[in-house]
């Protein structure tokens, strides 16, 4: 059973930055691509950034290009996502996804698991 915990969310002045973390188990972490999508209170969930299985490629979000980075470290199975320049439209609940299927070429994913989400609160 995979197994996604987040990390890292909270409340920060714009301008800020945070640090998130997903902690994975029950997969076989090297041969996923992995992401990052948000949800706004009442907006639909969308994906913020990418990570291909080797970690060569990523996606990131128009939104948030130049701002987040993301990055893996397939030795301590967890994917990471570093916000800079944080603004108040990035506030969501940020959620970790591993990918459906393996060996995936590029950072493209659709999810097949999901971690219960952080809170990232930006506040003006």
């Known amino acids: 059973q995979v197994q996604l915990v987040e990390s890292g969310g909270g409340l920060v002045q714009a301008g800020g930055s945070l640090r998130l973390s997903c902690a994975a188990s029950?997969?076989?972490?090297?041969?996923?691509?992995m992401g990052w999508f948000r949800q706004a209170p009442g907006k639909e969930r969308e994906k913020v950034a990418a990570?291909?299985?080797?970690?060569?490629?990523?996606y990131y979000a128009d939104s948030v290009k130049g701002r987040f980075t993301i990055s893996r470290d397939n030795a301590k199975n967890t994917v990471f996502l570093q916000m800079n320049s944080l603004k108040p439209e990035d506030t969501a609940v940020y959620y970790c996804?591993?990918?459906?299927?393996?060996?995936?070429?590029?950072?493209?994913?659709?999810?097949?698991?999901w971690g219960q989400g952080t809170q990232v609160t930006v506040s003006s």
């Open positions: 996804a591993s990918d459906s299927i393996q060996w995936r070429l590029g950072p493209s994913l659709s999810a097949g698991s």
């Open positions: 990570i291909s299985w080797s970690g060569g490629s990523t």
């Open positions: 029950g997969l076989t972490f090297n041969r996923f691509a």
